[in-house]
T-cell receptor, first 115, second 114 residues
Framework: DAGVTQSPTHLIKTRGQHVTLRCSPI?????VSWYQQVLGQGPQFIFQ???????GRGNFPDRFSARQFPNYSSELNVNALLLGDSALYLC??????????????FGEGSWLTVV | GNSVTQMEGPVTLSEEAFLTINCTYT??????LFWYVQYPGEGLQLLLK?????DKGSNKGFEATYRKETTSFHLEKGSVQVSDSAVYFC?????????????FGKGTLLTVNP
């Protein structure tokens, strides 16, 4: 079975531009979470979606937004990119929602470089 | 707010050496605690977890015990192998029994030499 898949794997953007990152969860999983991992740091929680509704938001500015589609795939959007947005963006999926206790599975991430 | 502090790396060991990676946390309530591992070129994988005080999580020879009195969750392995070389992250969720909204430490790079 395919794991969590993310696209693109690498991309370079210019300051002020917009970026969309995509994530397909493991088949049957209904929850998707997004994390930002800056080089040398641990991942930081951005969003969690379950059954197409936002169930949690981390301490990120409004330039960051996300959505989940009827097939449970998800997009993370970042507007007005800053140099500090350069990071590895990780998507994770799990079978159930925030209180389920299910194991979450991470994708390999999308490397974003802002120049 | 929640926070996780891990020992600074990198850690370099010889094969069959004993491993300890320290992890302490600050959280409200009764968090669940996790160790994740990131092998080179791969995504994060759950290594082990503990959901309440005095629980011991174990997997692949690694162990960690949830110590509420010392707010710690140290990772140990009795005999490391070259294949254990990776970055190890300690993490917590403040929603008991859940993996919701994980807070991670900065990670510890482990290199095991033959």
């Amino acid at each position: 079975d395919a794991g969590v898949t993310q696209s693109p794997t690498h991309l370079i953007k210019t300051r002020g531009q917009h970026v969309t990152l995509r994530c397909s969860p493991i088949s049957g999983h209904k929850s998707v979470s997004w994390y930002q991992q800056v080089l040398g740091q641990g991942p930081q929680f951005i969003f969690q979606y379950y059954e197409k509704e936002e169930r949690g938001r981390g301490n990120f500015p409004d330039r960051f937004s996300a959505r989940q589609f009827p097939n449970y795939s998800s997009e993370l959007n970042v507007n007005a990119l800053l140099l500090g947005d350069s990071a590895l963006y990780l998507c994770a999926s799990s079978l159930g929602g925030p209180n389920s206790g299910n194991t979450i599975y991470f994708g390999e991430g999308s490397w974003l470089t802002v120049v | 707010g929640n926070s996780v502090t891990q020992m600074e790396g990198p850690v370099t060991l010889s094969e069959e050496a004993f491993l300890t990676i320290n992890c302490t946390y600050t959280a409200t309530g009764y968090p669940s605690l996790f160790w994740y591992v990131q092998y080179p070129g791969e995504g994060l994988q759950l290594l082990l977890k503990a959901t309440k005080a005095d629980d011991k999580g174990s997997n692949k020879g690694f162990e960690a015990t949830y110590r509420k009195e010392t707010t710690s969750f140290h990772l140990e392995k009795g005999s490391v192998q070259v294949s254990d070389s990776a970055v190890y992250f300690c993490a917590l969720s403040d929603r008991g029994g859940s993996n919701y909204k994980l807070t991670f430490g900065k990670g510890t790079l482990l290199t095991v030499n033959p």
